[in-house]
């Protein structure tokens, strides 16, 4: 019964949302008699969203309703928009029309689907996050037939962001993964964390968009395989195995070097690896990794790539051309979102990359993966 009373409130919305449009904009060219009515609404909407189950239109509302003057337009505005959005993401969609949601922080890239997706007879609504933060928002208030995802997000790794979405909401969705590092370490991940498919970055949008309307049309149900828990193989949907790269493995009493110029941060890293039973030897500069890389026999280096006197590209780049440590893995720790440090980072040959910030889970579950492969 609740879900027919919010529907019947979400009903109601448009016509809250075309006044309020049509009171603002009177508001803006001078008319007094339109203050009071823009109260009213929003007052009405105070007291409404949250009895539906809509907090935020309550506190929106509210903002609008006790506005000053100067303030009203700008927080009517707030209102609108935020009703708009209430309005597409919770309304059902027509009948055999599909959502599409697309992760990328690029405005242009995502404006050109959305694009050549309405350009198909309104088959599709596309949604577009340009965080991770916004995309797990609509994660949790609808399904989608396909999510489009771009691997480096200003906010989180897009690695993160598909094993939650396969994995922690263990939904059915489609997923694609976009990336523009060209590297089969990152496709196979991808791959084995659930990814459909992996779309190497320049896009063809014209192919892109020819590809999932196929997709999508031919309506065939997937029968899904649940895989017991603790089971270190996955299937694919040939039947073929992926790796778990989750799978345990034992690390303890290989030795780590970490180059981190934030004592913090090397000191809650190197503490995580410890209780692994792993050695870890922490430089604060390029230079000191350079000066003692020999005087062990090191299992993996952690570089940061932001260091002083050396920075770690170059630290990685006499690492790879030295023939004692040439074959050692190397994961590069960089800033949020810089995927031309991870591309140049690859092509002097790291073997992984984890953006800044990161999680102890995340950090471990990354060096043992690569010293599983190392042995």
């Known amino acids: 019964m609740q879900d027919d009373l919010q529907q019947k409130y979400l009903a109601s919305l448009a016509d ?12 803006q060219q001078g008319d007094m008699l339109t203050e009071p009515k823009l109260r009213t609404i929003a007052h009405s909407l105070h007291g409404s969203g949250a009895t539906f189950g809509f907090q935020q239109i309550s506190e929106i509302a509210s903002a609008a309703e006790h506005a000053g003057k100067d303030e009203l337009t700008v927080k009517t505005n707030d209102l609108i928009k935020l009703l708009s959005e209430v309005i597409t993401v919770f ?7 599909q959502d599409i949601l697309i992760i990328d922080d690029d ?5 050109s689907i959305i694009a050549g997706f309405s350009q198909l007879g309104g088959r599709y609504r596309i949604f577009h996050a340009g965080t991770a933060a916004k995309a797990q ?3 949790v208030k609808q399904l989608f037939a396909l999510i489009l995802l771009d691997l480096v997000m200003p906010d989180r790794d897009g690695r993160d962001l598909l094993r939650e979405i396969k994995n922690d909401f263990n939904l059915p969705t489609p997923v694609y993964v976009m990336s523009g590092i060209e590297k089969d370490l990152i496709r196979v ?3 084995a964390l659930g990814a459909d498919k992996f779309i190497n970055k320049p896009v063809d949008v014209d192919a892109l968009i020819g590809t999932v309307d196929k997709m999508l049309q031919k309506a065939v149900k997937r029968e899904l ?6 089971s270190e193989h996955k299937t694919d949907a040939t039947g073929d195995k992926k790796p778990d790269l989750l799978a345990k493995v034992s690390v303890s009493g290989m030795t780590i070097m970490i180059a981190e110029d934030d004592a913090m941060q090397a000191s809650a890293i190197r503490q995580r690896l410890q209780k692994e039973g792993m050695t870890v030897d922490h430089a604060s500069n390029g230079q000191e990794v350079l000066g003692t890389m020999h005087s062990k026999p090191y299992s993996l280096f952690i570089l940061d790539v ?8 170059e630290v990685l780049q006499k690492i790879r051309n030295d023939p004692v440590t ?4 190397v994961i590069m720790l960089t800033a949020m979102g810089s995927e031309n440090d991870i591309i140049k980072a690859y092509d002097l040959g790291a073997n992984d990359y984890i953006l800044k910030p990161f999680s102890a889970i995340q950090l471990v579950a990354r060096v043992k993966s690569l010293l599983k492969k190392s042995k």
């Open 137 to 139: 928002e609509y994660l």
């Open 306 to 313: 932001n260091m002083p006197k050396v920075d770690g590209f």
């Open 189 to 191: 991940e991808c791959m």
């Open 107 to 111: 405005a242009d890239f995502a404006g």
């Open 91 to 97: 309304s059902p969609p027509p009948a055999n029309v």
């Open 225 to 230: 395989s649940l895989v017991p828990m603790g």
């Open 16 to 27: 809250k949302l075309a006044e309020l449009k049509v009171l603002v904009r009177g508001f």
């Open 326 to 329: 040439m074959y050692i893995p």
